[in-house]
């Protein structure tokens, strides 16, 4: 008969491969940054195009998660978790009194859908509608599981409302404006989108594709119009937003006397930088490797709606640094404009930043109901973009993140991606208790019973604090 080993001793033999790993990372040389590296005193910023910031555990912290797993406490640990996240927005109430989001449908319109037939019965009803407008036809074709964790908050909040799916293919707004207009032809009451593309507007809510989505929600004020909720974006630290300010040779300088503006890409992932304006002022962009000192790209962007904007996109190579150069090549239409532009990075963060005016599209719109993310304690998290925006104030709201995952339950989902579809479902709740009531009722509701830290509107959390309104109200 085989003799088991003490239940101690197989622990530590199962955590001994992580100890090792630990320890040889903990000694492996650290790589000095070359002489002239920019300086980044600001957080890494997180979030790509989706916007979830990466994962801001330790390698403690993962050690410890190992730990917990093997001792089964992780389940009840998760359990209450939610039970807080869901008990913050007074969904309990609302689902005790029967409001669960009936007879609403709600499009999740994302780029990552990766594993989601294994969702259909957990989350998804087998007789969810789905739709890509991708090139290839697939809605799973990247490797993200993104829009099933928005759509997982959906479902624990209103599991009633019906779920509709649909993406696009990147880089074509034709292709996202398709997906919008299916969602609505579906019946869709409600479309959440936690996805940024900063130069599908012109960073002041303008532009066509806002104008389409405002054709295809309507006024707010008839039956039959909807709501959208976007993510306020995580590019509050890798966002610059200003007018030009040339020095002697014409490169604008990001301070005083500073023309190169410190990029730092986020791992391997590639790295979109972009620049988007609204006075139909022309300029260049150029971003070089600070090692080689060569020319990475560079972009012209012109002066009509369509071409506002020059990108410039790049594969970072392991270990370089690179800069940010912008200058003015033709001047603004518009009289007394002194070529106001606005400038993020996707994949990377910035070493000269301003959080004012940082929301993209599709959150920077007035008929978009933008979500912010605050920490637990109410204080905004630092990477949350801020308003203002030109056409109204931003963000809309705020909730809190990040938000627990039965899905994914090693990481809480995190981000303004996680505050979005909370707010989107939060609205089929109200709904489904009034569906008398026009889009703009429903919005008007949220507002009035966000918790407040100061009197009206502030460019860093909207109109305050996502929570349901009280029962008798």
């Not at 195009?49 to 330790?58: L, M, N, R, S, Y």
């Not at 509709?164 to 869709?188: N, S």
Request: with cysteine.
């Amino acid at each position: 008969m085989k003799q088991s080993l003490p239940r101690g001793l197989r622990l530590a033999l199962a955590l001994l491969p992580g100890a090792l790993l630990v320890g040889a990372l903990l000694l492996a040389p650290v790589q000095a940054d070359p002489p002239g590296t920019p300086s980044f005193s600001s957080p890494p910023a997180g979030g790509g195009f989706a916007q979830e910031p990466p994962p801001e555990k330790t390698l403690w912290d993962r050690v410890n998660d190992t730990t917990a797993a093997l001792l089964h406490r992780e389940k009840s640990a998760l359990r209450d978790a939610l039970s807080r996240a869901v008990g913050l927005l007074g969904v309990p109430a609302w689902h005790r009194a029967g409001y669960r989001g009936k007879g609403i449908k709600i499009a999740i319109l994302d780029s990552g859908f990766r594993g989601y037939n294994a969702a259909i019965g957990k989350i998804f009803s087998p007789m969810m509608k789905v739709r890509s407008f991708r090139r290839d036809g697939r809605l799973d074709t990247r490797p993200s599981q993104h829009g099933i964790l928005c759509s997982e908050i959906i479902h624990r909040l209103a599991p009633e409302a019906e779920l509709l799916l649909a993406t696009w293919e990147p880089d074509d707004p034709d292709a996202y404006m398709q997906a919008v207009r299916w969602a609505r032809a579906q019946g869709a009451n409600i479309l959440s989108c936690s996805i940024i593309m900063p130069t599908w507007s012109d960073g002041e809510g303008g532009g066509a594709c806002h104008r389409a989505i405002q054709s295809l929600l309507g006024t707010g004020a008839q039956p039959g119009d909807g709501l959208f909720f976007a993510s306020a974006g995580n590019t509050a630290l890798r966002h610059w937003a200003g007018s030009i300010s040339p020095a002697k040779d014409g490169w604008h300088q990001w301070a005083a006397g500073k023309k190169d503006n410190g990029l730092r890409p986020r791992g391997k992932e590639s790295v979109s930088v972009e620049l988007y304006g609204t006075d139909g002022a022309a300029f260049e962009l150029v971003v070089r490797d600070l090692t080689t000192g060569s020319i990475v790209g560079r972009s012209r962007s012109g002066s009509g709606e369509q071409d506002g904007h020059a990108v410039v996109h790049f594969h970072p190579q392991h270990g370089r640094h690179y800069t940010v150069r912008v200058r003015q090549i033709r001047s603004s239409t518009q009289r007394q404009s002194r070529g106001h532009f606005h400038l993020t990075v996707l994949g990377g963060r910035l070493q000269y930043t301003s959080r004012l005016g940082s929301i993209p599209f599709p959150g920077d719109g007035p008929e978009v109901i933008a979500v912010g993310a605050v920490d637990e304690h109410g204080n905004r998290q630092n990477y949350s973009s801020c308003g203002p925006n030109r056409l109204s104030p931003k963000p809309d709201l705020v909730a809190t993140v990040p938000f627990p995952s039965e899905w994914r339950p090693e990481q809480a989902f995190s981000g303004t991606s996680a505050a979005t579809p909370q707010a989107a479902a939060l609205a089929a709740l109200v709904w489904s208790r009034h569906p008398e009531w026009t889009a703009n009722q429903v919005r008007l509701a949220l507002r009035v019973s966000a918790l407040r830290t100061t009197p009206g509107h502030n460019v860093e959390k909207g109109f305050g604090l996502l929570r349901l309104p009280a029962l008798g109200r």
